[in-house]
Nanobody, 124 residues
Framework: QVQLVETGGGLVQAGGSLRLSCAAS????????MGWFRQAPGKEREFVGG????????YYADSVKGRFTASRDNAKNTVYLQMNSLKPEDTAIYYC?????????????????WGQGTQVTVSS
């Protein structure tokens, strides 16, 4: 049974930082590209960033480029999202997702497995 469990969300002031973690189990983690998505209230879920199988490639949405960094530790079956210079518009539920053998995808339907999400709230 595949599980992706996100942790690290919380309430932070604008300009602050958070690091999200996503721990994977039940799959061969190194076979999967990992993506981060988010969904704000009243909005559709959107791609935030991703990292490929061996960490050689990352890709980010324009809205977070230069502020967010994805990384992974295949020995720990964990992917991270370091979020700096947070803005109120970053407030959302953040999800991690796993894509078997693929490159980083920006569409939800490119991913095989999803976590339950973690809430990030940025106050102004």
């Amino acid at each position: 049974q595949v599980q992706l469990v996100e942790t690290g969300g919380g309430l932070v002031q604008a300009g602050g930082s958070l690091r999200l973690s996503c721990a994977a189990s039940g799959l061969t983690f190194s076979y999967y590209a990992m993506g981060w998505f988010r969904q704000a209230p009243g909005k559709e879920r959107e791609f935030v960033g991703g990292i490929n199988l061996n960490s050689l490639n990352t890709y980010y949405a324009d809205s977070v480029k230069g502020r967010f960094t994805a990384s992974r530790d295949n020995a720990k079956n964990t992917v991270y999202l370091q979020m700096n210079s947070l803005k109120p518009e970053d407030t959302a539920i953040y999800y991690c997702a796993a894509r078997l053998w693929g490159r980083i995808g920006v569409q939800e339907n490119e991913y095989n497995y999803w976590g339950q999400g973690t809430q990030v709230t940025v106050s102004s």
